[in-house]
């Protein structure tokens, strides 16, 4: 079976490296991928964005499967377009992947499935002072403002006094987003843990598929910017069967079953991020309508069972007849390191020495995110640039793992966090 992957990060060098393993599976193609896919894939020069070329791509191969890694190509409707040709796509249309790509259509959509989240407000850009009156109804800081559209994870901000609220308001219905903010929701400020969930969907079914923690946050202790990611965890310890049970209960099957009422069938992963705590149990913070980067990264080590049975029904129905994913090594984390200035602009060029060696580390892969080949050399080129993944039997000794072969990668201009996994750690 030739599988496409489309992406060029580590979600999509996790993905192939997963799907490489699959005894049905006998070639992988990605577009654009990256030097770390290339060692186990054919990439083509086509980049990820690139509805056309996309289209063509896969019109000239015939994939079995398309696997669409981003969200970006989703909401422009990559996956209709070669479901046209009749092409598999583990993906969703683009009229359901406006679960992210609109923050205004995902929370209308909980509101009328009675789906639990936070209490929110709409507001265009003829409605700035209501926006500011709207601020009034929450107990005080911190606020919570969305750009509706997608905004390459820099929407969402949380403002720490109304001044703040107020001066965004005005920037973002301004058009700092550009059309992304053309309209803003504001929402209550939830406390609480935060929470990465994953079911598998085939338009009809919900399966689960594993929970994770990610870390935001740019600096250890969950300070400083916020990032795509800087590592993650799985599974993670909130996420016990009986939370996942509720996640499936009351939030996952609900929008399944909503979006096929509304004549949006979902189909792919759905990726809810979650807030926990006791008082309301999990809320919706955002939905998510492909893998999370790096959480796919730690799912897909953790994975023993062959992921690609599942993927292919997401595609072409059903999933509730298929074998389930059951058999996960036990802990898996993934570092991310990043080069100097991320997330603002960040060092690229420098030459990464020590992959090898950081790969005979036990338990560990190392997944390229913004790699580049220069001659025979691997160099940075980009903000996130690799995912030092582990697996262990342990959570400690996953990070133990992870953190060893960190220190064998020469690369000076490199930096991580080194508390990824701490809240679990913590909670020993
Ligand atoms: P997003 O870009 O939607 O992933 O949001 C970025 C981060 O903002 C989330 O991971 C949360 O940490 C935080 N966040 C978003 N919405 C809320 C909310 N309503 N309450 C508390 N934190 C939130
Ligand atoms: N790691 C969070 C995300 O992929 O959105």
New binding site residues.
Partial sequence: MKILIVGSGGREHALAWRLKQSPRVTQIMAAPGNPGIAELAECVAVAADNIEGLVELARAERPNLVIVGPEVPLVLGLADKLRAIDIPVFGPSARAAMLEGSKGFSKDFMAKYNIPT?RYRRFDSEQAAEAKAYLDTFDGPPY?L?ADGLAA?K??V?AESKAEAAAEIDAMLGGKFGAASASVVI????KGE?ASFFALCDGETAVALAGAQDH?RVGDGDTGP?TGGMGAYSPAPILDQAMQDRVMDEIVTPTIKGMKKDGRPYSGVLFV?L?IDDKHGPRV??YNVRFGDPECQVIMTRLKDDPLPQLLACATGGLAGCARLERFSDHAVSVVMAGAGYPGEPKKGGVIGGLAKAGEVPGVTVFHAGTAKKGDDVVANGGRVLNVTATAPTLKDAAARAYEAVDLIDWPDGFCRRDIAWRALDRG
């Fill in positions: 936070a919570v969305k994870g929407g969402v949380i929402e209550e400020f939830m935060e935001k916020n991020g807030m913070v955002e």
